[in-house]
C-alpha cells in the first residue's frame, strides 16, 4: 500500500489569503484525488488531480479558487484561494495503487480561516 | 444519482458485543464498495474493496459483506480499540469526468466500552 504524506498538517490562516497543500506520495499511483471533510461530514471530492494537465472538477469546484497541480506520478498540490471562514475544512489527498483498485488517504490538512 | 447511506449514525457497544453496521447504496455500475476506519484527527484507513454480490472479506474482528443493495460490516467481540468512525464508499463506473473516485457515506461512529 501507498504511504501519503501531507503538508502542513494545520494552518490558521487570515480571510482572503491564500493556502497551497502538499501531498507526496512514497510510489507511484495511477490517480491522485483531492477530498474535502467539513466539520462533522463526510468526505467530498474536489477534483481528480491529473499528470501534466488540467485538473478534472466535481459540480461546485472551480479551478480559479481551488487550482491543483500534478508534475509527476507521486506529487500534487492544493491551492485554497481568497479564503473565507467557509473553507474552514480538513483536505485530504488520496491515490489510487497501481496495481489495484484501493485508494488510500494522506492524514489530512486542518485549515481554518479566520 | 449515486448515493450511499449508512446506518446507524452512532452506535454505543460494551466491549465483547458484537453487532453490524449497514450500508445502503444507489449506483449505475458498481465497481467496487469501500470501507474505511477513521480515528479523530485522521485520514481514513483503508479496511475493505468487495468487488462482487456475495464476496466476503475479513480481517481481525472485522467481517464485510456485500449484496446487491448493501453491505454489511460485522464486528464480533469488538474492543475499546475499534472505536472510531468507520465510512463506506462506493466508486461508480466512468462518472462524468472523474473515473475512479468515491462516493462516501456519513459514516458511522462507534464506541466501545470496557
Known amino acids: 500500500s501507498a504511504v501519503i504524506s501531507q503538508k502542513p498538517s494545520r494552518d490558521i490562516c487570515q480571510r482572503g489569503t491564500s493556502l497551497t497543500i502538499q501531498c507526496q506520495v512514497d510510489?507511484?499511483?495511477?490517480?491522485m484525488f483531492w477530498y474535502r471533510q467539513q466539520p462533522g461530514q463526510s468526505l467530498t471530492l474536489i477534483a481528480t488531480a491529473n499528470q501534466g494537465s488540467e485538473a478534472t472538477y466535481e459540480s461546485g469546484f472551480v479551478i480559479d479558487k481551488f487550482p491543483i497541480s500534478r508534475p509527476n506520478l507521486t506529487f500534487s498540490t492544493l491551492t485554497v484561494s481568497n479564503m473565507s471562514p467557509e473553507d474552514s475544512s480538513i483536505y485530504l489527498c488520496?491515490?489510487?495503487?497501481?496495481?489495484?483498485?484501493?485508494?488510500?488517504f494522506g492524514p489530512g490538512t486542518r485549515l481554518t480561516v479566520l | 444519482e449515486d448515493q450511499v447511506t449508512q446506518s446507524p449514525e452512532a452506535l454505543r457497544l460494551q466491549e465483547g458485543e458484537s453487532s453490524s453496521l449497514n450500508c445502503s447504496y444507489t449506483v449505475s455500475g458498481l465497481r467496487g464498495l469501500f470501507w474505511y476506519r477513521q480515528d479523530p484527527g485522521k485520514g481514513p484507513e483503508f479496511l475493505f474493496t468487495l468487488y462482487s454480490a456475495g464476496e466476503e472479506k475479513e480481517k481481525e474482528r472485522l467481517k464485510a459483506t456485500l449484496t446487491k443493495k448493501e453491505s454489511f460490516l460485522h464486528i464480533t467481540a469488538p474492543k475499546p480499540e475499534d472505536s472510531a468512525t468507520y465510512l463506506c464508499a462506493v466508486q461508480a463506473g466512468f462518472y462524468g469526468g472523474s473515473q475512479g473516485n468515491l462516493i462516501f457515506g456519513k459514516g458511522t461512529k462507534l464506541s466501545v466500552k470496557p
Open positions: 510510489s507511484q499511483v495511477t490517480m
Open positions: 488520496s491515490g489510487t495503487g497501481v496495481d489495484n483498485n484501493e485508494q488510500f
